[in-house]
């Protein structure tokens, strides 16, 4: 099954949502840029259908459609990295169309992804950055995704990083880490950044400290994910910031407001620190106890970040 075929499937499932006839439309306007061969669609009307599909499917396909777990599960079979949870339908008809063309391999398929990008509005580069992963020939894109990281617009920014193997695949370690720092500065689930435990280092350990360092200084909060960067590379520098963030805990009531305790305790299983875990244990504190609990049986992976996002953020 190809990621065109499985789009296509889950659009199928959503149908309540969208508009009556958009489906019909979809399949026509894929038939139409399929049927250009491998000559390849003029890159305008290219750029129409993909405009078109707003509203050809309508309204209720922005928003967030909810697919089913083995759905879920079945887009990381054949894609390890991708998680289309977040997408919505809108975004899944356009990257269905995107695949549609027949010299995605080819410099003119290539010349017709970058001419979409360069007249794109917001939400069709949500879907032009989300099929980054499901095109041939990925790292000839690695550029345009590099430039997804510089966007003020978070929405694009997420679709650029989040829920897919792109970053982990093509960047270098220098695009990665920015694409991290990035990701702390505005605020979207650093969790969902696929492989972040496997493409930890120093050097993105010492730019996350440098933050925390800053943003305390400025009296600002520190992200609970920041401290999911730091991993086995914390050293004593890590390990104090954890500690100042962990002695937070005691003046803080609010659920939210002790994420940032809470994460630096799971960060401490990560960092290795098996006997400040034990300590915290032996303390009797209720609020930092099942993390610490948590991190001596294991359950530190990035995955477990997911418990300090604000319901608004998931």
């Given at each position: 099954?190809?990621?065109?075929?499985?789009?296509?499937?889950?659009?199928?499932?959503?149908?309540?949502?969208?508009?009556?006839?958009?489906?019909?439309?979809?399949?026509?306007?894929?038939?139409?840029?399929?049927?250009?061969?491998?000559?390849?669609?003029?890159?305008?009307?290219?750029?129409?259908?993909?405009?078109?599909?707003?509203?050809?499917?309508?309204?209720?396909?922005?928003?967030?459609?909810?697919?089913?777990?083995?759905?879920?599960?079945?887009?990381?079979?054949?894609?390890?990295?991708?998680?289309?949870?977040?997408?919505?339908?809108?975004?899944?008809?356009?990257?269905?169309?995107?695949?549609?063309?027949?010299?995605?391999?080819?410099?003119?398929?290539?010349?017709?992804?970058?001419?979409?990008?360069?007249?794109?509005?917001?939400?069709?580069?949500?879907?032009?950055?989300?099929?980054?992963?499901?095109?041939?020939?990925?790292?000839?894109?690695?550029?345009?995704?590099?430039?997804?990281?510089?966007?003020?617009?978070?929405?694009?920014?997420?679709?650029?990083?989040?829920?897919?193997?792109?970053?982990?695949e093509h960047f270098?370690?220098?695009?990665?880490?920015?694409?991290?720092?990035?990701?702390?500065?505005?605020?979207?689930?650093?969790?969902?950044?696929?492989?972040?435990?496997?493409?930890?280092?120093?050097?993105?350990?010492?730019?996350?400290?440098?933050?925390?360092?800053?943003?305390?200084?400025?009296?600002?909060?520190?992200?609970?994910?920041?401290?999911?960067?730091?991993?086995?590379?914390?050293?004593?520098?890590?390990?104090?910031?954890?500690?100042?963030?962990?002695?937070?805990?005691?003046?803080?009531?609010?659920?939210?407001?002790?994420?940032?305790?809470?994460?630096?305790?799971?960060?401490?299983?990560?960092?290795?620190?098996?006997?400040?875990?034990?300590?915290?244990?032996?303390?009797?504190?209720?609020?930092?106890?099942?993390e610490a609990e948590?991190?001596?049986?294991?359950?530190?992976?990035?995955h477990s970040w997911?418990?300090?996002?604000?319901?608004?953020?998931?």
């Amino acid at each position: 099954m190809s990621t065109k075929v499985i789009l296509r499937s889950f659009l199928e499932s959503q149908a309540a949502m969208i508009k009556d006839g958009g489906l019909d439309w979809l399949d026509a306007a894929s038939d139409e840029i399929t049927g250009c061969g491998l000559e390849g669609m003029e890159d305008t009307r290219f750029g129409v259908l993909l405009s078109l599909a707003s509203r050809k499917l309508g309204h209720s396909a922005k928003r967030s459609w909810s697919l089913s777990k083995s759905e879920v599960d079945s887009a990381g079979i054949l894609r390890e990295g991708w998680n289309p949870t977040h997408w919505t339908a809108l975004e899944a008809a356009r990257v269905h169309l995107i695949l549609s063309r027949m010299d995605l391999e080819l410099e003119s398929g290539a010349q017709a992804i970058e001419s979409a990008f360069r007249f794109a509005d917001e939400g069709e580069l949500c879907a032009l950055y989300r099929s980054l992963a499901h095109l041939p020939g990925g790292k000839r894109f690695v550029w345009r995704a590099a430039e997804g990281c510089r966007t003020n617009m978070v929405s694009v920014f997420a679709a650029d990083v989040l829920d897919t193997p792109y970053p982990a695949e093509h960047f270098d370690a220098v695009a990665f880490n920015q694409a991290v720092i990035k990701a702390l500065f505005v605020g979207v689930p650093l969790h969902r950044l696929w492989s972040l435990d496997r493409r930890l280092s120093a050097d993105l350990a010492r730019m996350a400290l440098d933050l925390a360092d800053e943003r305390r200084s400025a009296g600002r909060e520190i992200s609970p994910d920041l401290w999911l960067c730091l991993g086995t590379f914390s050293g004593e520098r890590g390990l104090a910031a954890l500690e100042l963030e962990i002695a937070r805990a005691p003046r803080l009531s609010d659920e939210e407001a002790l994420f940032g305790p809470r994460a630096a305790v799971l960060a401490l299983g990560r960092a290795g620190a098996t006997q400040r875990l034990r300590e915290i244990i032996a303390s009797g504190d209720s609020s930092l106890a099942p993390e610490a609990e948590l991190a001596l049986g294991g359950e530190a992976m990035q995955h477990s970040w997911s418990r300090f996002v604000a319901p608004t953020l998931c």
